[in-house]
């Protein structure tokens, strides 16, 4: 091979001044060839946003480089004026981040901003071609009605297709090289698993080379001809992918494969606890639908009101001491169901019991009392904690909002509550800033569990975290349910997570429960095509049961608006047939507590039978 | 959205939803002015005819107009008449020259008394010729000065769009006025103050309220330039290769410029309405003089014609920054 396209030696990084300044990156060298695509793992804090930001000069103070060479093409990087540094960004070296939102002007459209972009970065360029090499790119994509969607803005964009109107823009320009960092990390495993296939198409199409940064080792190692492993700032170990894995050098390598769940081999960390038809029912969920109406689209607001079918007919029960599981992509309801389950608001048609009693049945007085036996805990660790409360008081603080007990009182059961969920007593006193990720989520869990729930909802709460800490918060979780016997529900996207605790999950798509079934039934006899599809793209390092290539559809959930009869799930299924367009399926039993909606089950019989790898 | 038919059937809804919505403001300020004017003590009449009338010629008059109606006789009536563009005709005004408050009952040129109509429409480009100079003069500081203050946060040029701000806002405008009266105009004889015989009379006037204005816009642009500087889209834009003059320009200045249109309106708004003491010092002809006179006569006609134009102007004003706003910034439809 020639030269590198990116070498980097001895690349160091501290925060601040002086020699005694903390290092993020130390003695940092890689090279990447031309059609490389280069994978950097590592926990969170290790260090790769900074390596990734230091490959385009865009190193913010405090961080500063202290020694090393970032060579692109033979020049080096760091050295360059503003001037050159700004040609070579836009031109020869693409970067999408992980957080899409926000990252385009919200006053102008997507299309116009891309060629503003290769406008910019090539003088010159006409609009009218530019705006040709932007809707071909968008159409290379997958998204669908390029043309369209070029005049909309960023705001009527979903994350996903975000993202990979991000992903446009970095290309558009034809660069050498684009660094990616976390780029699948807000999206959903379909999109997610969509875009790392567009990722090595556009690698053998374009002869871009990647630097593709990621906290998910499946993830790198789905795309990676290279992987470098990073760990507090340091490169621990690089390899080929294949051997990486087979044979990992380091010992923190090691610790990421075996930290990572598996989806269908055995798993001694499997928190597992059968589900059983005699348990009793703690939350039942009765035909629950909730629509949202829209204003019309017609002159003066005539014409039919359109309706946003959120959450339909939704019924199941959730089992005293069991872990139930609702997953899906988002805009699929969970968000909605979670407010309704938490009686924040009520649904439309349908009923939902705790405890035997109707949540809304009992006025405000009883909904009050519901919610203090339903604790709902956040997802999003990094915002949901206000930064000036002590972490005393905001665990405290549910106990001051019902009006439970004393100051003196408060305390002592504020460090009890501590204690359990394993924060050091002397943090009492201090501002949430100190917390680590994993502590935020624990004053989160304390928080909810200090008024002694029966009922904890765990929406995307444990998303956010590497999978050490994930691992260490499951364990928690767990301890708190055989000493309190709480109820656990989950409300995740992370199918992993999910196969390691929930005895029983719901998948939705669109607004329904299209798949209710046993842990085990769902990853090895799935019943629905989209669990099928939600399995293949699920990032892991285990030869798949379900291949995308067979079950992963391109595209998005259509809008839950004036939905089409039929089955909701045809415009994307493999398997649809004429009957699916006419008739929406029902949930059916296949045996035991599992039940799913497709008119296929009509040709199996009920019994669930072996289907092979 | 913006794509073929649905522009124009947005535009369409919004100006029907927002005129509508609008009529009734106007029509809900129009009664409450009403109905205070006639709970208020002082019997208008009186001040009419003047005080020798005789009480039965008072009666005869008052009778005549209609003023010894119900309230909401009166009120329909007044109404039928705005809404054919008639706002009626003032108590104490003749149909030329000035007000005649006081002249003797059986002045038989009473009948011929000036149409509020003419009166608001005679005087109301003045206020708005005042009104833009003063924006004008607000702006071509305020922008600068903001902007500047808003890109270079905690450095001299956001401490000099602080303290100016302070300065301008703790000048009180009835010293200002006279002040630049005396210094400008009689000591130095460059601009003309009092009164009103060309453009060149507007300047003084507009300078006072320009400094009154002039805050809030500065405030408003330093903090928005500033926020929206430390937007994500503001640093990815130097990313993906954007030049910074342009990621000024076109994106933060486009983002900025919704809050500060929304300020101008407001402003705008309050400057149509009550200039009541910058008219008043500089004896400017403009609705805040003709204001200021009309309550002194009890004059209520022509005060319900301000009052009803006034208000209209504001709907109109609102309904305009807002489309415009929705055009900058199409989230606001949503
Ligand atoms: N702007 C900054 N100022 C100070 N420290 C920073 C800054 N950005 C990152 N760091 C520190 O550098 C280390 C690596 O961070 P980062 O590269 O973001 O990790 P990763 O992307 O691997 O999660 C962390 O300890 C972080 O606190
Ligand atoms: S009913 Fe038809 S379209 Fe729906 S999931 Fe089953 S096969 Fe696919
Ligand atoms: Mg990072």
Not at chain 1, 205 to 211: Q, Y
Not at chain 1, 545 to 569: H, K, M, Q, V
């Amino acid at each position: 091979m020639g030269t590198p396209l990116l070498d980097v030696s001895n690349l160091t990084v501290a925060v601040g001044e002086g020699a005694s300044a903390p290092r993020v990156l130390t003695d940092i060298s890689f090279t990447l060839e031309p059609r490389g695509i280069l994978g950097v793992i590592g926990g969170s804090g290790a260090g790769k946003s900074v390596l990734a930001k230091a490959i385009i000069n865009w190193l913010e103070s405090p961080l500063r480089v202290v020694t090393g060479k970032v060579m692109f093409e033979g020049r080096d990087i760091l050295t360059m004026s503003d001037r050159e540094t700004r040609l070579l960004r836009g031109k020869a070296i693409g970067y999408v981040g992980g957080n899409p939102s926000g990252a385009l002007d919200p006053t102008m459209t997507v299309g116009a901003q891309i060629v503003e972009k290769l406008q910019a970065v090539e003088p010159g360029t006409s609009y009218r071609k530019a705006q040709e090499r932007v809707v071909a790119l968008l159409d290379a994509v997958r998204i669908p009605s390029s043309d369209q969607r070029f005049n909309e803005y960023p705001f009527q964009y979903s994350g996903g297709m975000m993202q990979r109107a991000m992903i446009v823009d970095a290309l558009v320009s034809n660069p050498r090289l684009i660094v990616a960092d976390s780029i699948t990390q807000p999206l959903d495993v379909t999109v997610g698993a969509q875009i790392l296939k567009l990722l090595r198409e556009l690698r053998d199409e374009f002869d871009t080379s990647i630097l593709f940064v990621s906290n998910s080792l499946p993830t790198v190692a789905d795309v990676s001809d290279r992987v470098i492993v990073l760990d507090r700032g340091i490169a621990v170990e690089q390899q080929p992918t294949a051997d990486l894995i087979t044979s990992p050098r380091s010992a923190e390598t090691r610790q990421l494969i075996d930290e990572l769940p598996t989806l269908w081999a055995h798993d001694d960390r499997s928190r597992l606890k059968p589900a059983s038809e005699d348990a009793r029912p703690i939350m039942s969920v009765r035909d629950v639908s909730r629509n949202y109406a829209l204003a019309s689209r017609g002159l003066l607001n005539f014409g039919p009101k359109r309706i946003l079918q959120a959450v339909r007919h939704v019924d199941f029960d959730i089992y005293e001491g069991e872990n139930f599981g609702i997953v899906g992509e988002s805009g699929c309801g969970k968000s909605t169901l979670t407010r309704l389950l938490t009686a924040l608001e009520p649904p439309d048609t349908g009923q939902i019991t705790f405890e035997g009693k109707d949540i809304f049945g009992r006025g405000k007085e009883g909904t009050r009392a519901f919610r203090r036996r339903m604790q709902l805990v956040l997802q999003d660790p990094y915002n949901s904690l206000p930064p000036r409360n002590s972490i005393g008081t905001i665990i405290g603080e549910p106990l001051v909002i019902h009006g439970l007990a004393s100051r003196k009182e408060r305390r002592s059961r504020v460090l009890e509550v501590m204690a359990e969920v394993g924060l050091p007593a002397s943090l009492y006193e201090e501002l949430p800033m100190v917390l680590t990720a994993g502590q935020r989520q624990r004053v989160n869990v304390g928080r909810a569990l200090i008024l002694e729930p029966r009922l904890m909802l765990m929406d995307e709460t444990l998303s956010a975290l590497g999978q050490t800490e994930q691992g260490q918060l499951l364990d928690l979780l767990e301890k708190l349910q055989a000493q309190h016997g709480v109820t656990y529900l989950y409300i995740s996207h992370d199918i992993a997570m999910v196969r390691r605790v929930c005895a029983r999950v719901a998948v939705m798509y669109l607004g329904e429960v299209v798949e209710l079934a046993e842990n085990e039934t769902l990853f090895f006899n799935p019943g629905h095509p989209y669990s099928r599809a939600l399995l293949s793209a699920a990032p892991t390092l285990e030869s798949r049961r379900y291949r995308s290539e067979d079950c992963l559809l391109d595209g998005e959930p259509p809008s839950p608006i004036d939905l089409p009869s039929g089955c909701a799930f045809a415009s994307r299924c493999p398997q649809a047939f004429d009957r699916c367009l006419i008739e929406n399926p029902r949930l059916q039993s296949r045996g035991g507590l599992n039940r799913a909606a497709c008119h296929l089950l009509d040709s199996e019989n009920t019994v669930p039978k072996e289907v092979s790898a | 959205m913006h794509v073929g038919g649905g522009f124009i059937v947005f535009i369409v809804n919004f100006l029907i939803r927002r005129l509508a919505q609008g009529v009734i403001i106007v029509f809900l300020v129009s009664f409450l002015i009403f109905t205070l004017l006639r709970v208020i003590p002082g019997d208008p009449v009186r001040l009419m005819a003047g005080g020798m009338a005789p009480d039965h010629v008072i009666d005869q008059i008052a009778e005549d107009m209609g003023l010894r109606d119900p309230i909401p006789v009166q009120f329909v009536r007044y109404m039928g008449g705005v809404l054919q563009g008639d706002l009626g005709q003032s108590f104490i005004r003749p149909a030329s020259g000035a007000a005649v408050g006081g002249a003797s009952f059986d002045d038989n040129t009473r009948s011929e008394r000036a149409e509020v109509f003419d009166l608001i429409a005679d005087t109301a480009p003045f206020t708005l010729q005042l009104a833009l100079l003063a924006m004008a003069f607000a702006l071509i500081v305020a922008l600068p000065v903001g902007i500047y203050g808003g890109l270079r946060p905690g450095k001299w040029p956001d401490r000099l769009a602080l303290y100016m701000g302070s300065l301008f806002i703790s000048l009180p405008n009835f010293w200002l006025g006279i002040v630049l009266a005396l210094v400008l105009s009689v000591n130095l004889g460059w601009l003309p103050a009092i009164g009103y015989q060309g453009f060149a009379y507007t300047i003084l006037p507009a300078i006072v309220l320009a400094v009154e204005i002039a805050p809030f816009l500065i405030r408003s642009l330093t903090v928005s330039v500033a926020q929206n500087m430390r937007e994500n889209y503001i640093s990815v834009a130097a990313i993906r290769g954007i030049g910074h003059r342009r990621i000024v320009m076109a994106h933060a200045l486009k983002n900025a410029s919704v809050p500060l249109l929304n300020l101008l309106g407001v402003q705008f708004s309050m400057l149509l309405g009550g200039v009541l003491v910058v008219e008043f010092i500089f004896d400017y002809p403009g609705l805040g003089l003709l204001t200021i006179n009309a309550v002194l006569q009890r004059d209520f006609p022509l005060i319900q014609g301000i009052a009803i134009v006034t208000s209209a102007a504001f709907v109109v004003i609102n309904i305009i920054v807002d489309l415009v706003a929705t055009t900058i910034d199409p989230r606001l439809e949503y």
